[in-house]
Each structure stands twice: as structure tokens, then as C-alpha cells.
């Protein structure tokens, strides 16, 4: 199971200071984040994807370009990347120029995004998010699967004998995770491919992203990819960790209180008791996090949100340390101990490329595949 981190790159003023760092403060804490992931032991950083203040990560593989020249072994990811308002072109390409500069250690989480705005500032229209996200997604597979494309669709100009470069490093292309917080379309579209499903319930009740995950399980069954304990699935987390309760408490609630999504709504009290939120001792958060698996059964990522609201960059920073020498090392534990043999691991590219390399030698590989699918199995 992979465990690490993930940050949306919000550029919000400290309550208890009232200073607003900078962009380029921003961006280098960004990078000091991911490379304090390595540091302690984690597994992932993740970045998102935003085009409207106050938030800056923009261009998701600059970003994870420049943390792979300064790492060794961290996994790098998206949270999300755009599929409706990117050109599915530009992001076969662009990802695939990060796979070889990272060594394969690439995946991607693609996702519709939560700003309705985005979409005209694109030339897309925010109606056609469903159907714009299951026809970029197939060319995309496409790009990466076929050396020669034609293809004519909706949303974007003919490709005629168009060959996508680089290719992917191995002939294989990077993981893909489909994150979705409300569409089940988004997770019937994971499991007709037999990629992975992101659910980042960090701000609604489980009982929502329970009924998504487990139908996103019984459709990855439907389709033939494996049982329904097989299907790959990430959750999201969100965590603020102090020795004392008390003080993780105190010290968290002004951020809380104030966060540019959820402040001056529910009371932190509230809000831990519904949602994943997780304020107090490494040991509170070890147990909230093993009711995961209660939840959703056995998954393979796990990514904590915790650089956001105002925190100063020590303060997360700190975060990390607990995260990597008092939580993560028990959570892998008890979850790589629980979970059955037949249950997958989680995606590696060396793992990808002896799948691809046994289907091959078995007459079996699906990678290739061009299917599309049908509008009634989406919508």
C-alpha cells in the first residue's frame, strides 16, 4: 500500500499572523513538501491542478519535472489533472516526457476539477463536463497505446496518422487514477477501463463515497477485470497531528475556522465526527484511518492533506515527520497484514511492465485496446 501526501497549492494568509505568503514562497514550500515526502519515508506527493487564484500549481508537470530531478524513489502524482478543459494531446505528451525524466515514477489522477469558471477560460462548455471527460480520456488512451492515430470525435480537430512523442517509457503508459467526489459516470468510466478510482472524501459524510467505491468495485467486476476486492482504489485524508490532543486542537482550529472551503461553516467538532478530518494524537489518527478499510475494504493509497489553510511551511513540515516516523509506519503495517493475498498491490511502473511483458507471453494483452464506451454506460 502507498501512503503519501497531497496539496492543492492554495496561497491563503495565516489567521494567526494575518501574512499571506507569496506565490514563490508558495511554490518552493511546494517543492519542499514533496522532497520532505521522500525524506520521511513516504510513498507519493500529489499536486493539483488549478487555473484561478489563489491558487498556484497551474502546470502540474513543471512542478513534478523539478521534485523528480531532486528525489530518488518518491511516486509522482496529480490531484487532479484536467481531462476537460486539457487537450488530451498535450497531456499524452507531456506526461510521457515526465515518465522517462522521472524513471516511471509517474501516475495521474484525472479528474473534472470544482471550478465551474475553468471551462469557458478553455473554450469548453461546464454542460459538456461528462461527456468531454469520456471522450478525451479514450483519445488519450489511444495516444498512448496505438503508434499511428486517426481519430475524429466532439470536442477537438480531426487527428490524422498523428503520432504522439515521446512515447511512453517502456511501451507502457502511466497508471491512471479516475478521481471523482460526486459522479458515478466517473466511476463507471475507472471500471470499464480497469484503471483506478480516487475518492477524496474529505469533505462529505462516508456514507456517499461508500455507495461510490463499492459501485465502482462491482462495475470493475462487471467488465471482467478482476473481482471486486481486486478494484484499485485511493482515498484521500486529511490530518493535523500533535503528541497532545489538546494541543493539535488548539493549535489547528484558527486554520479550520478560517479555511477558504470549509471555515465559518461547521464546527471543527462537527466536522471531524463526519467527514475523514483527523485532529489530535498519532494514535487518533491511526485508528480514524484503519476505519478506512472497514469502509471500503482493502485499497492501495492513502494521501493526507496537509500543507493547506494558511499553515506555515514548519508547521507542515512537522506535520510530515509525525506522518512518517509514528502514523505511516503502523497504518503499512496493519494494513499490508490484513490484506488478502488476491488483493493487488499498489501500481508501480516495474509492476505495469511485468503485467503488460506475462499478458504478452500469454497471448492475453489488453493494452492496446481502442474500445470506447457506449454513451448509456457513462451517462
Do not use: C
Not at 528525489?71 to 499524452?92: G, H, M, Q, Y
Amino acid at each position: 500500500m502507498h501512503f503519501g501526501v497531497f496539496t492543492v497549492g492554495d496561497v491563503t494568509p495565516d489567521p494567526t499572523t494575518g501574512r499571506t505568503p507569496t506565490e514563490g514562497e508558495r511554490i518552493a514550500a511546494m517543492v519542499a513538501i514533496a522532497k520532505k515526502a521522500e525524506e520521511v519515508g513516504l510513498d507519493v506527493f500529489a499536486t493539483g491542478e488549478h487555473h484561478n487564484p489563489p491558487f498556484v500549481p497551474s502546470s502540474p508537470t513543471t512542478m513534478l519535472g523539478y521534485v523528480a530531478a531532486q528525489t530518488e524513489r518518491l511516486l509522482l502524482s496529480t490531484a487532479v489533472t484536467l481531462i476537460t478543459t486539457n487537450d488530451p494531446v498535450k497531456i499524452a505528451e507531456d506526461y510521457a516526457m515526465l515518465q522517462h525524466l522521472a524513471g516511471g515514477r509517474v501516475d495521474l489522477t484525472m479528474g473534472r476539477g470544482n471550478t465551474g469558471p475553468v471551462y469557458p477560460w478553455f473554450g469548453k462548455d461546464i454542460r459538456d463536463g461528462i461527456p468531454l471527460a469520456v471522450e478525451s480520456y479514450a483519445l488519450l488512451r489511444r495516444l498512448w497505446t496505438e503508434d499511428v492515430v486517426d481519430w475524429e470525435g466532439r470536442f477537438r480537430t480531426p487527428l490524422q496518422s498523428f503520432t504522439s512523442t515521446p512515447r511512453p517509457l517502456d511501451g507502457v503508459p502511466p497508471f491512471v487514477w479516475h478521481g471523482s467526489i460526486r459522479s458515478p459516470e466517473i466511476a463507471e468510466q475507472a471500471a470499464y477501463y480497469g484503471d483506478g478510482f480516487f475518492a477524496n472524501h474529505i469533505f462529505w459524510p462516508k456514507e456517499h463515497f461508500i455507495r461510490l467505491v463499492d459501485f465502482y468495485r462491482r462495475r470493475f467486476e462487471h467488465y471482467g477485470h478482476g473481482s471486486a476486492d481486486q478494484a484499485v482504489v485511493g482515498l484521500g485524508g486529511q490530518v493535523f497531528l500533535h503528541k497532545s490532543s489538546q494541543e493539535a486542537v488548539r493549535r489547528f482550529r484558527p486554520y479550520f475556522d478560517n479555511a477558504p472551503v470549509y471555515g465559518h461553516g461547521p464546527s471543527l467538532e462537527e466536522f471531524t465526527e463526519h467527514t475523514p478530518l483527523t485532529v489530535g494524537s498519532p494514535q487518533e489518527v491511526i485508528d480514524k484511518t484503519l476505519t478506512f478499510r472497514e469502509h471500503f475494504g482493502d485499497y492501495q493509497r492513502q494521501l493526507f492533506l496537509v500543507d493547506h489553510a494558511g499553515l506555515p511551511l514548519d508547521v507542515v513540515l512537522e506535520q510530515m515527520e509525525i506522518l512518517g516516523s509514528e502514523v505511516v509506519p503502523v497504518l503499512r503495517r496493519e494494513m499490508d497484514a490484513l490484506r488478502p493475498a488476491h488483493v493487488p498491490d499498489a501500481p508501480t511502473h516495474a509492476a505495469l511492465v511485468a503485467r503488460r511483458d506475462a499478458a504478452l507471453a500469454a497471448g492475453t494483452d489488453r493494452s492496446g485496446a481502442t474500445r470506447e464506451p457506449a454513451a448509456e454506460k457513462v451517462a
